[in-house]
């Protein structure tokens, strides 16, 4: 088993930053891959970033060069830098935590952390 446990959201302004990190416990030496999704109001939860273990990135297209992801080499915590935040960034942020590189049904999951731009 592998617990997780977001922080670092927040409320901010439109172009602001925020930094929310993701820490794993547990079985967390069989973690190969951890990453960031994103749930908004009445939308469906869609990713934002992903990191593996041999340091591979992964964003989605639409944010990203505005995101970071980083992590130590065990993953025992990543971090998602964001910048130039705007409204529609708006939404809970989720970590997530999986054995292989393809997303799985059993992947771990955090509570998230709320993430509000708005002026």
């Known amino acids: 088993q592998v617990q997780l446990v977001e922080s670092g959201g927040g409320l901010v302004q439109p172009g602001g930053s925020l930094r929310l990190s993701c820490a794993a416990s547990g079985s967390i030496l069989s973690i190969y891959r951890m990453g960031w999704y994103r749930q908004a109001p009445g939308k469906q939860r869609e990713h934002v970033a992903t990191?593996?273990?041999?340091?591979?990135?992964a964003y989605a297209t639409s944010m990203k060069n505005r995101l970071t992801i980083s992590g130590d080499n065990a993953l025992n915590t990543v971090y998602l830098q964001m910048n130039s935040l705007k409204p529609e960034d708006t939404a809970v942020y989720y970590c997530?935590?999986?054995?292989?590189?393809?997303?799985?049904?059993?992947?771990?999951w955090g509570q998230g952390t709320q993430v509000t731009v708005s002026s």
């Open positions: 990191i593996t273990r041999s340091g591979d990135t």
């Open positions: 997530s935590a999986g054995l292989s590189l393809i997303p799985r049904a059993d992947d771990y």
